[in-house]
Nanobody, 123 residues
Framework: QVQLVESGGGLVQAGGSLRLSCAAS????????VGWFRQAPGKEREFVAG????????YYADSVKGRCTISRDSAKTTVYLQMHSLKPEDTAVYYC????????????????WGQGTQVTVSS
């Protein structure tokens, strides 16, 4: 059973930075993608970024490309999402998720989800 625990959310002013963490446990990862999604009030959950565990290849949504960096620490089984130049429209609950395939960017491809962490960007 995969367990995912997100942390690092909070309140930040526009233009600021945050680093989200996703600590994973319960199994070892190989041909998996660990991704970050977000859901703003009244909107559908959307893909933000993902990283293939075995290859380290990274995937980004166009809306965050250049402002976000996803990375992993294999020893800690932790994935990070570093966000810069935050905008009010980045306000959302951010979820960490794991897919049992490489290169997953669609919500339905992810089988395991964390509880989410709130990110609020004030203008």
């Amino acid at each position: 059973q995969v367990q995912l625990v997100e942390s690092g959310g909070g309140l930040v002013q526009a233009g600021g930075s945050l680093r989200l963490s996703c600590a994973a446990s319960g199994r070892t990862f190989s041909r998996n993608t660990v991704g970050w999604f977000r859901q703003a009030p009244g909107k559908e959950r959307e893909f933000v970024a993902g990283i293939s565990w075995s290859t380290g290849r990274k995937y980004y949504a166009d809306s965050v490309k250049g402002r976000c960096t996803i990375s992993r620490d294999s020893a800690k089984t932790t994935v990070y999402l570093q966000m810069h130049s935050l905008k009010p429209e980045d306000t959302a609950v951010y979820y960490c998720a794991v897919a049992d395939l490489i290169g997953a960017t669609m919500q339905y491809e992810y089988a395991y989800w964390g509880q989410g962490t709130q990110v609020t960007v004030s203008s």
